[in-house]
């Protein structure tokens, strides 16, 4: 039963049902002998509503096509966004793993071999850029993790959108409208991240962080605003383009200039 209810197509099926229901109802709007205008003009903006429902659901297939056109075009790729992602986070790993045991080394010297004590001083920036480094380690798993969301579930987030704007009034027009932008460019333009921050220094900083620990350990502090600035405020920025154009789609899907792909009369 868990099965059926997460099927698109069963998400699709009741969408068409509701939009057949929108419909009827806004035939019995349009067609009353009540003398009021906006009732009819209700009825008329019901049933052309509902007409741009099923026409979405008739070319589902063609429009999930054209998505994955656009993200192979674009040079976008979930499996390379995985490889990338994993590639950075075992770079992490490695670094996190090698500042350990440079702690560990310090810690045993300053404990056994009654060395001057400014070593001392060592310690803390250590431990502050491991923690610092884990805390990024932990912001990348959720970048793949809103990947593996966003890949395994795009299909179902834009059918439950047109299942929302098939609802009769336009009650879920607007976050219906939104699911299915929001599925669309996401599903698109999300497998860029890895890439974006490679280029802005993401990957760059792990040579300097291996030179580092042969050096004064003050000096690896000089990485964290490149870590901060590739790791936090590049992915921000992105996603907040992709949202970005998540709403430019939704107002034409389902906003103010959404509206069907020819030309309706009615009446």
Request: proline share 4%; net charge neutral.
């Amino acid at each position: 039963m868990k099965t059926v209810m997460y099927s698109p197509f069963y998400i699709l099926y009741l969408a068409m049902i509701m939009s057949s229901l929108t419909y009827t109802i806004g035939a019995l709007f349009y067609g009353s002998p009540i003398p009021i205008y906006s009732f009819k003009r209700l009825g008329r903006k019901m049933i052309t509503d509902a007409i741009y429902v099923a026409v979405w659901i008739n070319i589902f297939d063609f429009v999930i096509n054209l998505i994955n056109q656009i993200q192979s075009i674009l040079g976008a790729n979930w499996n390379a966004f995985y490889l990338d992602m994993g590639f950075l986070q075992l770079q992490l790993i490695y670094n996190i793993n090698g500042l350990k045991l440079l702690y560990a080394v310090i810690s045993a010297v300053i404990s056994y071999l009654r060395v001057p004590s400014f070593l001392a001083n060592f310690i803390v920036p250590i431990l502050d850029y491991i923690s610092f480094l884990t805390d990024i380690l932990l912001i990348l798993t959720f970048y793949t993790q809103l990947g593996i969301f966003i890949q395994n579930y795009y299909i179902i987030l834009i059918a439950i959108g047109l299942l929302l704007m098939s609802f009769p009034f336009r009650m879920g027009r607007g976050i219906g409208s939104l699911l299915i932008s929001s599925a669309i460019v996401f599903y698109i333009g999300y497998p860029l991240l890895p890439i974006l921050i490679s280029s802005s220094g993401g990957s760059q900083y792990q040579n300097i962080l291996l030179q580092n620990l042969s050096l004064a350990v003050a000096e690896i502090s000089g990485d964290i605003p490149l870590l901060i600035y590739a790791y936090i405020i590049v992915p921000i920025v992105y996603i907040g383009i992709l949202a970005g154009f998540s709403i430019v789609l939704e107002n034409f899907l389902g906003g103010n200039i959404g509206k069907l792909p020819f030309p309706l009369e009615i009446g």
